[in-house]
């Protein structure tokens, strides 16, 4: 199905507008990117001291209503927080007041590379985990080796909107979370698409893949599921890190 019959429709039927959530208390700034001003919201928990991981989550599609206030963009943020890293979320081109363009997730990709370029500026000890939403795991996913990220989460990656099978191979730890009653991410095509992955390149290591189930696209009634989740799989992580 191309994008645009797709879309045609889309916009009817997607809840990301009114569901957004405050950012936790963090610093705002708006950073040079490669189309202007790029909106970013940092939360820095008391006990990060730059060497702990820097979380970038990327949020859904901008022309329909994706933001960096989303709320499952908002409930990893806010798990990363409590996990104590130092989460960044931010506005991809054209979004609130991230300047230019939408750019269908091209220069998306470049917005994010310039967001975790001036964080490792700051913090250059600071590892680098990504995580996108929908729109935002495809960015996520294809930026995922120019960023130097060493976690990257996936959830409800929209493999039937955009070319997930020109995604470069991942070669760090990653995790993928979908809904098993999801109306704009078939399930059956995500399983689909990772077994493509696996078959491509053994070699490669296969993702953790958490199915919910009973959650849509959205995971109304089910973020805490999300963060349980997070915390579950990735929490160990820091525990056995030096």
């Not at 060497?51 to 798990?79: F, Q």
Request: charged share 20%; proline share 7%; hydrophobic share 40%.
């Amino acid at each position: 199905m191309s994008e645009d019959i797709y879309f045609s429709n889309f916009h009817d039927r997607h809840l990301y507008d009114g569901m957004q959530e405050d950012h936790c208390n963090g610093q705002e700034l708006l950073i040079p990117g490669p189309a202007g001003a790029i909106e970013t919201l940092s939360s820095c928990p008391e006990c990060f001291n730059g060497s702990m991981p820097i979380a970038v989550i990327c949020h859904p599609h901008p022309l329909h209503g994706g933001t960096m206030r989303n709320k499952v963009v908002h409930v990893l943020a806010e798990t990363f927080v409590q996990m104590g890293l130092l989460s960044v979320t931010f506005n991809f081109r054209g979004v609130g007041k991230s300047q230019g363009r939408f750019d269908k997730g091209i220069g998306e990709q470049r917005d994010l590379i310039a967001v975790v370029r001036h964080f490792k500026k700051r913090y250059p000890h600071a590892p680098i985990w990504l995580a996108g939403f929908s729109f935002g795991s495809y960015v996520s996913l294809c930026a995922n080796h120019e960023c130097g990220a060493e976690q990257l989460l996936l959830v409800a990656p929209p493999v039937e909107l955009f070319d997930f099978t020109a995604a470069p191979q991942v070669t760090i730890p990653w995790m993928v979370i979908q809904g098993g009653k999801d109306e704009i991410t078939p399930p059956e095509a995500v399983a689909a698409w990772l077994k493509s992955r696996s078959q491509r390149d053994s070699s490669a290591p296969a993702p953790i893949v958490r199915w919910m189930s009973d959650a849509d696209h959205f995971f109304h009634g089910r973020l805490s599921r999300i963060r349980d989740t997070l915390k579950y799989v990735w929490q160990p992580l820091l525990k056995a890190a030096p």
